[in-house]
């Protein structure tokens, strides 16, 4: 399975964080981060949010 990347840095603030991995595990983990970390809402948009921000991991990772 491809690995799909979270990067926090495209979001506004000052959190860097990225995260990789399968793309269902990325978009769970994002989730936990973006409501415990960013005070986001968790639900469905901002599921489909982190879901539409998901870059392929493997460009980039190996550059
Ligand atoms: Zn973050």
């Given at each position: 399975?491809?690995?799909r990347?979270?990067?926090?840095?495209?979001?506004?603030?000052?959190?860097?964080?990225?995260?990789s991995?399968?793309?269902?595990?990325?978009?769970?983990?994002?989730l936990?981060?973006?409501?415990h970390?960013?005070?986001?809402?968790?639900?469905p948009?901002?599921?489909?949010?982190?879901?539409?921000?998901?870059?392929?991991?493997?460009?980039g990772?190996?550059?």
């Open positions: 399975m491809e690995r990347l979270f990067d926090c840095r495209e979001w506004p603030g000052e959190c860097t964080l990225a995260i991995g399968p793309e269902d595990e990325v978009v769970e983990a994002q936990l981060h973006a409501v970390a960013h005070g986001q809402q968790d639900g948009e901002l599921r489909e949010l982190i879901r539409a921000s998901l870059k392929p991991a493997s460009k990772a190996r550059q």
